[in-house]
């Protein structure tokens, strides 16, 4: 059996993007450093994010029925540190600047991409929810991507961003 040491090493090795998924139900707020997100379908275009059973913004998620994906951009790495400490949780959007979304979920400026998404299923996998959203609106910025690889943040050797 795999424990979950060598599990996480082995993840490691997998490079990802780093997004900040938010979500917003009445006035609260709340949002969390994830790297655990992907596209799943074009027509109609979905995606999915994973949310530990312990998290705050899981909670958030479920009961707003709808969250946004920020994919940060490069020179974000400060606010993913920020959404990722479990040091003042509940203080993570002071000083933030954000916008809000068609489904109300906050929208963090300055993101490389922006998915904002109604909750289109939930699905319990081990410690962690899968939540499926179908994209109501997206936002794109041309800049280079936040990476995360072997434990740290990284560069992409090269960066093209094309219009479509």
């Known amino acids: 059996m795999v424990t979950s040491d060598e599990f996480r090493e082995a993840m490691g090795r997998w490079p990802t993007g780093v ?3 938010t979500s917003r139900d009445g006035e609260e707020i709340h949002g969390m450093t994830v790297s ?3 596209g799943v379908s074009l027509s109609p275009p979905l995606v999915l994010v994973c949310a530990s059973h312990d998290s705050i913004t899981r909670g958030v998620i479920a009961a707003s029925r709808c969250f946004a994906v920020n994919v ?3 020179n974000q790495r400060e606010l993913s540190n920020r959404f990722a400490s479990k040091k003042d949780e509940h203080r993570r959007f002071e000083g933030v600047a954000f916008g809000e979304g068609v489904t109300g979920a906050p ?3 300055d993101a490389a991409a922006i998915f904002d ?3 289109h299923a939930t699905f319990e ?3 962690h ?3 499926v959203g179908a994209v109501e609106s997206v936002r794109l910025r041309d800049c280079e991507p936040l990476v995360y690889f072997g ?4 560069r992409l050797a090269s960066h093209t961003v094309s219009e479509a």
Not at 151 to 154: E, P, Q, T
């Open 19 to 21: 997004s900040i998924v």
């Open 36 to 38: 655990d997100f992907s």
């Open 72 to 74: 940060l951009a490069a």
């Open 107 to 109: 929208l963090l400026d």
């Open 117 to 119: 998404c109604r909750l």
């Open 125 to 127: 996998a081990g410690d």
């Open 129 to 131: 929810d899968i939540y």
């Open 151 to 154: 434990g740290s943040y990284d």
